[in-house]
């Protein structure tokens, strides 16, 4: 087959007949998801999303009707009952259950339900007698399901961890009777679907482990009760219980429908609900109890047992509306399941086979199988990438480029160390090992030793296009791949059964077939060939000049504008006023250019004389603020609190006036904070030689930020070098890559990336600690003088380094062996780097 052909989206459809849910896809996605516009989502795994009708048919309805609390008997708490038990029929026929058969017991999440099932179950303590209990888990387990044996430990409880492949490798026929005997109850709970690799666990083993046909239950005597973790399965599979029996099954709504948030359910089978002992009872979990006494005697009904205080019926209520939106726009589980696969599938089949030009791999996907089947597969893909020489490139890289592209990834390990240990080898020492060296679940800390930490995952939802699968293979291409690009021939011969590559690829680029060659998409990507000569070297002309202080910027506002200054006062928590002001969002949230451009065009300027901060924008009237507030002032300070970089501040409301100007301006309402002359911010990670007690403004991470001129420079001609024609962006001048870069002190007169190595330096009287290298994000693709959005200098820059990608260096003001007159910096000052000791 002509492999043009295969690129082609009709293609697509030929050989995968289970593409959307109609003709009319495309004006679904326009009518329900025109929010995504412009967006790659592929994070499905961790929420999927909500289509507008529902929440507009939601909200009509809450507008119409009078809900009450549903524990008292008036006609809006009866309207909230009612409704509520409809929603539950409704949950369980979704699993093609009933009532007789199965109880829904709503909780906040799936983690609410395991926990309830964890304080709950009839754990037996090991005597000398007698064996105890056994809470068994299968290692590719979710957090919240290993976390189970931090409740079980203390109790006498035996927790097994259990491989995949024990649980059918070890089977072995139960012996008839024992049970009679033996009634130790035991827990076994395994994922209906890995959520790290997607991989769909036999719905069997429900069944072969109740009867004890199946490892661990075939080793231990007792009745062994099974939970079923689908939270990954239903949101975009079918499950009927008919088929697997399971005792407890938690889920979570917001991952099957986007909304409502904060909602889960466990639906607990009826003939296993009465070894379910509380402790706890809260208001509505009562039949009756005796305040004086000792007395309490539970409700009869196992939902109103189990659910303490009044359930968030509102958000219950959504749920009808969230299953009537599902199954108009897309038929049903059947056809969402079908739909994602068949993306999943093809996006595995082209990663998988796309090469560097000189034929090493680009991807390390982490899969058993080879998503054969639908039944067998789930919609995630979980993988690595890597470069020309087989080394992996770390998560946060991959992460913070898909950003740049504004696709919607997951890194790290997703929950899930058990799945994330086996796939990438890391070994228990690892793990401790990488603990000491600073990495913790949830940071962006990738490689170790030069070994992943973590991957990266992509995952479908019903909503899903193949345009995102287009998109993400594309970004791969353009941002990973060595040209030329290649694609492994076995892996094409795969291709050629089921799917195609990118129509937005092969639209552009030719790719000739040649019988045991590889097929080469030359113009693919542009290498990075870049001489270095005339930059860094130490008889270059350009660097024989004095290292210098060429500019000093500070910005007022955090986000905002910069503000370019000649003799500058060093304050106590950095250069005066740099970043002593921020803007927050109608809920509080501090804005930055990652969210809202536009903040760049916001202009402050600083007048000490007249003790002002002014606010400038094209088109704005100037207004000002006071830059300090004198002793009868401050009485009228609105004290508030806000997060900067995880740290929590104490700030003052700036007035009415400052957040009506920039709600004009940026469009959404806001308001103008600044850090409270009460409060003080110490410094995360105080380094050598620094300030006994280092303080810091509404920066990031540090006093001050400083970069080179030549590593500008050189940036800029890996920029030209790429001639990247597909984003026709202009090349950029050296002051706009600056600008980009946000930096307070710009030195000349130095080596490209010299400044990486150095441990201190003294600014004219002022000395200076390195305190650490600056990491980089799509922030800096922001013009600082348009408010416009390119992908670079941020490609450039990750093409060249290696590991995180940074640019610049973090500097606190070291402390002074002897008491001295307040310091100013000024722009043509002499600077005496001291280098890092070998």
């Known amino acids: 087959m002509d492999f043009q052909k295969l690129c082609t989206f009709e293609t697509f459809k030929h050989v995968w007949k289970h593409y959307s849910y109609g003709e009319n896809f495309a004006d679904m996605i326009e009518q329900e998801f025109k929010r995504t516009k412009g967006i790659t989502y592929l994070d499905h795994a961790a929420t999927t999303l909500y289509p507008e009708s529902l929440i507009r048919e939601y909200s009509q309805d809450i507008s119409r009707n009078v809900y009450g609390n549903p524990h008292s008997h008036s006609p809006s708490s009866r309207l909230t009952h009612d409704t509520i038990e409809r929603v539950r029929y409704r949950v369980l026929q979704h699993f093609n259950v009933t009532p007789e058969e199965y109880s829904v017991i709503?909780?906040?999440?799936?983690?609410?339900?395991?926990?309830?099932?964890?304080?709950?179950?009839?754990?037996?303590?090991?005597?000398?007698?007698?064996?105890?209990?056994?809470?068994?888990?299968?290692?590719?387990?979710?957090?919240?399901?290993?976390?189970?044996?931090?409740?079980?430990?203390?109790?006498?409880?035996?927790?097994?961890?259990?491989?995949?492949?024990?649980?059918?490798?070890?089977?072995?026929?139960?012996?008839?009777?024992?049970?009679?005997?033996?009634?130790?109850?035991?827990?076994?709970?395994?994922?209906?679907?890995?959520?790290?690799?997607?991989?769909?666990?036999?719905?069997?083993?429900?069944?072969?482990?109740?009867?004890?046909?199946?490892?661990?239950?075939?080793?231990?005597?007792?009745?062994?009760?099974?939970?079923?973790?689908?939270?990954?399965?239903?949101?975009?599979?079918?499950?009927?219980?008919?088929?697997?029996?399971?005792?407890?099954?938690?889920?979570?709504?917001?991952?099957?429908?986007?909304?409502?948030?904060?909602?889960?359910?466990?639906?607990?089978?009826?003939?296993?609900?009465g070894i379910l002992k509380k402790t706890y009872f809260g208001g509505g979990t009562a039949a009756a109890y005796l305040s004086g006494d000792d007395y309490f005697v539970p409700a009869l009904n196992i939902s109103d047992r189990f659910e303490d205080g009044t359930v968030s019926f509102l958000d219950i209520i959504a749920l009808n509306h969230s299953f009537n939106a599902l199954y108009r726009i897309t038929g049903g589980m059947h056809n969402i399941q079908q739909h994602t696969f068949g993306l999943a599938r093809y996006t595995y089949m082209l990663l998988s086979s796309l090469c560097h030009g000189n034929g090493r791999p680009v991807a390390l996907i982490y899969t058993e199988g080879q998503f054969e089947s639908p039944s067998t597969q789930g919609a995630i893909l979980n993988f690595n990438l890597m470069d020309s020489h087989g080394q992996i490139i770390g998560y946060s890289q991959v992460d913070r480029m898909a950003s740049l592209y504004n696709i919607h990834v997951r890194t790290g390990c997703f929950c899930n160390t058990g799945a994330c240990h086996f796939f990438l080898g890391i070994t228990n020492q690892q793990t401790r090992k990488n603990l000491q060296a600073g990495h913790v679940c949830g940071d962006r800390i990738d490689l170790v030793d030069g070994q992943p930490t973590g991957s990266v995952r992509v995952s479908f939802g019903y909503m899903s296009t193949f345009e995102d699968c287009q998109k993400f293979l594309n970004f791969v291409a353009q941002c990973f791949i060595e040209k030329p690009v290649t694609v492994d021939q076995d892996k094409l011969e795969k291709l050629k059964t089921f799917t195609a590559a990118p129509q937005s690829v092969c639209a552009h680029h030719q790719i000739k077939i040649s019988n045991g060659e590889k097929y080469q998409m030359d113009e693919w990507v542009k290498p990075i060939e870049v001489s270095l000569r005339g930059f860094g070297h130490k008889n270059s002309n350009s660097y024989r000049e004095a290292h210098t202080l060429t500019n000093i910027y500070i910005y007022p506002i955090k986000s905002c504008g910069a503000y370019e200054v000649h003799d500058w006062p060093v304050g106590p928590l950095g250069l005066l006023y740099d970043r002593g002001w921020m803007v927050v969002n109608g809920n509080g949230v501090c804005l930055s250019q990652k969210r809202e451009q536009r903040l760049c065009l916001i202009h402050p300027q600083v007048q000490l004389p007249s003790n002002k901060l002014l606010l400038q924008a094209s088109g704005m009237d100037t207004i000002s603020v006071p830059l300090e507030k004198n002793t009868q002032m401050r009485t009228s300070y609105q004290v508030c609190q806000s997060k900067v970089c995880g740290d929590r501040v104490e700030t003052v409301d700036c007035g009415d006036e400052a957040a009506s100007w920039l709600s004009d301006f940026l469009g959404q309402p806001c308001r103008l904070i600044r850090l409270s002359p009460d409060f003080t911010r110490e410094m995360k990670k105080r380094p050598s030689g620094a300030a006994t007690s280092t303080s810091l403004s509404l920066v990031n991470e540090a006093q001050y930020l400083m970069i080179n001129r030549a590593s500008v420079e050189l940036i800029q001609k890996l920029m030209s070098s790429r001639e990247d024609d597909s984003e026709g962006d202009q090349i950029l001048d050296t002051q706009n890559v600056i600008s980009r870069f946000r930096a307070n002190l710009v030195i000349a007169g130095v080596e490209p990336f010299e400044e990486d190595n150095w441990s201190h330096l003294i600014i004219g009287n002022t000395r200076f600690v390195v305190t650490g290298l600056c990491g980089r994000c799509h922030m800096v693709g922001v013009d600082q003088e348009t408010g416009t959005r390119t992908k670079e200098p941020l490609m450039s820059l990750s093409a060249f380094r290696t590991g995180k990608v940074t640019f610049g260096v973090y500097l606190t003001r070291q402390l002074p062996e002897s008491t001295t007159p307040p310091s100013v910096l000024s722009a043509g000052s002499l600077i005496q780097p001291q280098q890092h000791s070998s």
């Open 106 to 273: 709503f909780t906040s999440g799936c983690t609410a339900a395991l926990k309830l099932v964890a304080e709950s179950f009839p754990w037996w303590p090991q005597t000398e007698g007698e064996a105890g209990s056994h809470f068994c888990y299968l290692t590719d387990s979710h957090t919240s399901v290993v976390g189970i044996r931090g409740l079980t430990s203390g109790r006498g409880v035996v927790a097994m961890p259990v491989s995949p492949q024990e649980v059918e490798n070890r089977a072995k026929a139960a012996a008839q009777g024992e049970d009679v005997v033996c009634q130790t109850p035991h827990l076994f709970c395994y994922p209906a679907q890995s959520n790290f690799s997607g991989r769909k666990y036999p719905l069997s083993h429900v069944k072969g482990i109740q009867s004890r046909r199946l490892y661990p239950a075939c080793d231990h005597q007792g009745r062994w009760f099974v939970l079923l973790d689908a939270a990954s399965l239903v949101s975009c599979s079918p499950l009927n219980l008919q088929d697997c029996p399971a005792d407890f099954i938690p889920i979570s709504f917001y991952k099957m429908f986007g909304f409502p948030t904060g909602l889960g359910a466990l639906l607990v089978h009826n003939d296993t609900a």
